[in-house]
């Protein structure tokens, strides 16, 4: 006997990733903490394994009044988030472009709405070969699909043919494309589309939309790592400046990372249109997305966020304990880089971020494996992740020695 | 030129509340807020004109550890909100059912997943004429549309009469039907059903879930208002027992009321399933909505509503609170009852909760002339709603003479 439709039948979630992180618990409790490299949690975790949240966040978001905390946020969000939550997003760097925001469940909720409002039922969407999974969860909840493209080329940067090809066979097939790009940071393998990587991809947008005007381009950029990426991270943002109107920039902007608020469900979907008519259209089309959705967002989260970003003190704050943290995360995966490169261990490009990415063909073996050794890590389809944001200094620099050793015992 | 897909294309939203009720807000800053009725607002307000917030909630919410507030809540929910929200949506009228938890933004989220998983796209949802105007936004953001039946017999009795045959021409067309009842304490009524009523819908059900057994009848009960419908609203939950295999009871809970967490957006999709099978199911289809949709809700807010049903000060101090601000709201509602007696205003049948409605072809041109005396209310199709829930007793007693007046005048 069934009663969801035919379509909503899922399995039951048996979450790999928790059994794993549940396993790493039971052992740091019969062995303890020091000799357990839990490197299963997708948050920065401080090197006692504690999660980290700023203090420049939670004093102000506790010292909201009840009622900033308690009332609706409107359905678009409250206009200072709004506001604000653009200048959070592109800093120094905004885009010369008509610029909209709009109020999500953190970036999964702007993830959403750009799928169910720029492509079509049954439509597939773009992302890469190592991609977050969750892509693929949105898209299938929605009545959509996914393909893929390689990530990287053979000397390990963006593989910008492939990426090309893969555009035109869906612009062919569909008329539209939306294509996610999780850039800087991404993960699960680290990388950061370069700016001349960025410049060629503006520019095979710019000719290809000229050249088919009926045609339909739609970026969103997943920036849920950004304030994790170093001071360059917003250097290709003005790049999206003067596109054709038939190219839009999306970004799904998130509070989860940045202010540390993952459990607030803080973020946002932006445009950056060519036109006003089509931002106007963004902010129409988004809103009632949210009406018919989740309705409204946590007031409470958009008011600290936007009276952090409104007072001088508040957000140098802020900025700071950003960037202390990022220097925390840099120091740990700069260990993992160098011990992987003395025992010869090979990842996916890193340039920044939660994760970096062992490729291989065998990773659920390689997991399992690892467990042994009290190395405990995330089995993904193209290779291992290990978590830099949640593993000490120390554990970085010891963990690819295990990870090698184990590879080789494979072989 | 066009971005969005075609389905996508939305008015841009000039919510008509919204304007009301800032033409409210500048009226009462030329004229003063005792000289002014502002009943445009759908929260509770104390009699100042500020929204009420419940100290015993957000004293618990405060004082979470800030990585409690900070953390992701896992895909579901946390494993203590799931559990205990199924006490504070049913309390000691628990049917005897296979039960199952499911944390959603608020109210919105749970009838977003019974849309999305229990219908399929083209679907019609059936809803009364009198209605919360989202269900149809709902519907549409997630491709199904609506129909509706007429919810008042001429007695001002629940239509039994034109349900059964609304849902039985679903079921003929679609082979399936969920239907939405906002019981108790109905927006934008105030109608709660009976617990007669209940028995002899619970009856059709059966009947015609056992003659058809390839049917399918979803009833999603939005019980958004109960904590404000006296002490007898879960009565008629335990008739929800041993129901045909292919009868599905959902609720939909909402924390934004009865615990005052609006824009906290916390609340939970909940069955009370025939079997085992079908309460797994629901569980795994909306897990996995949750997933594709928004990720996972508000950590913090779950945690207190935890915290708050596990603990007996804390919970006996919640209710006390909710007690205390359902009799100021009784209050309110009682002095526009009798009020509306007296000068023989019609309306439609008031049980309990935050609006009052009144009958009328011409609502919007009634709310109009309204605001010339200072009244500002909201104009729905098929009459006037009045919100107790925002306004003072003492104002709540001098509305219905000014609405019957100026009804009379628009004869």
Redesign the interface.
Known sequence: ?????E???????N?PI?AVAAKADKRIEEVGRDKVINSTIG?LMDDDG??V?F?SV?DV??NLP???????????GIAPFREKVVDACFRDKKPEAYIEAVA???G??AV?HAV??????GDKILIPDWHWA?YQ???????RSHTTFPLFNEKGAFNMEAYEKAILDLLKEQG?VLTILNTPAHNPTGYSLTVPEWKEIIDFFTKTAKEHPEW?I?LLVDIAYIDFAGPDARDFMPLLSGLP??V?PLFAFSASKGY??????NGAIICA?P?Q??A??????C???N??????????AMQALADIWSDEDKLNRSLDEQKENYELLRARADAFLEAADEVGLDLATYSDGFFISIPCDNAKELADKLMEEDLYTVALKKGLRFAPCAVSEEKCRRAPALIKKALDELK
């Open positions: 006997m069934r009663m969801v439709i379509d909503a039948v899922r399995e039951a979630g979450d928790f948050a504690n999660l949240t203090d939670y978001y506790k009840d009622d900033q905390i308690s009332n609706y946020a409107g359905i678009p999500t469940p953190g999964t909720g959403r169910a409002n720029y492509t079509n039922p969750p969860t949105i898209a299938q909840e929605n009545r539209r339909r739609i109107e038939n839009l540390t608020m993952y459990g607030l469900r249109a036109t008519e089509i106007d259209e963004f902010a129409a089309s809103s009632f997305s009406r018919g959705t989740w309705s409204n967002g946590s007031r409470g």
